[in-house]
Structure formats: C-alpha cells, structure tokens
C-alpha cells in the first residue's frame, strides 16, 4: 500500500525506504531503498531537501549544510524528536518571526542554519 501521499509540484522526490517493491508512477520521483545511493544527489550544486521522519533526519543530519527549522516557543509531548542541533557546528544566518493567528496559536520562528567551516 503506497502511503506517500501527493507530489509537491515542480520538485524531483528521492524516496529512502527499505522496500525495493515501492513503485511510485510519476516521473518526479525516485524510490531509493539504498543509503549510498543518495551519493550523486551530496555533489550537486542543486539544493536539496530532506524530509523525514526522524530516522531519516538523523541518518542525514551530518551531511546537511543548511538548515531550515521552525522552532516553536512551547513544550510539547511526545516520543519522536528532530536531533538535538550542535550549536557549536551551526550558524545561525536567517531568523524570521512567524506569524501568530488563529491556525498558529504558538510564538514560532523560522530559523536558518549554516554549518561552519564549510
């Protein structure tokens, strides 16, 4: 049973799952079942994005660059977390206020981080 749900317009989908099986019929997306297969897509110059749950997050954290988090003024509970991020390996470049309504009832903002010595 496929439960990936739709294709994001414009964008080519890499898929990291243990089932060589998925068969995802659209032209966007790749379905790799493979780690190292994701090699090709490290020396691009192109930016790629990766999302998870949180295994993936945390099978791919040390080879991001970048890194683009909401963080949510608030504690909430629950058993799977993003990885803890290495303050000292990151710099924060960008930090935006998001903005609090209705749909948004937490203070949140989008944070932009770049790994040093790149």
Avoid at 43 to 52: H, L
Avoid at 68 to 75: F, K
Avoid at 95 to 101: A, M, N, V
Wanted: net charge negative; with cysteine.
């Amino acid at each position: 049973m496929n439960h990936f749900g739709r294709v994001l317009p414009n964008r080519k989908h890499i898929i990291l799952c243990n089932d060589a099986e998925l068969n995802i019929d659209n032209e966007n997306v790749e379905v790799l079942d493979d780690i190292s297969k994701l090699a090709k897509y490290e020396t691009s110059d192109e930016e790629n994005f990766v999302i998870g749950g949180a295994s993936i997050y945390k099978l791919l954290l040390s080879k991001a660059e970048k890194l683009y988090i909401t963080e949510i003024n608030e504690e909430f509970e629950g058993d799977v977390y993003f990885p803890e991020i290495d303050k000292n390996e990151w710099t924060i470049v960008e930090r935006e206020k998001g903005l609090k309504d209705e749909k948004n009832p937490y203070d949140y903002e989008y944070v932009t981080y770049v790994r040093k010595n790149q």
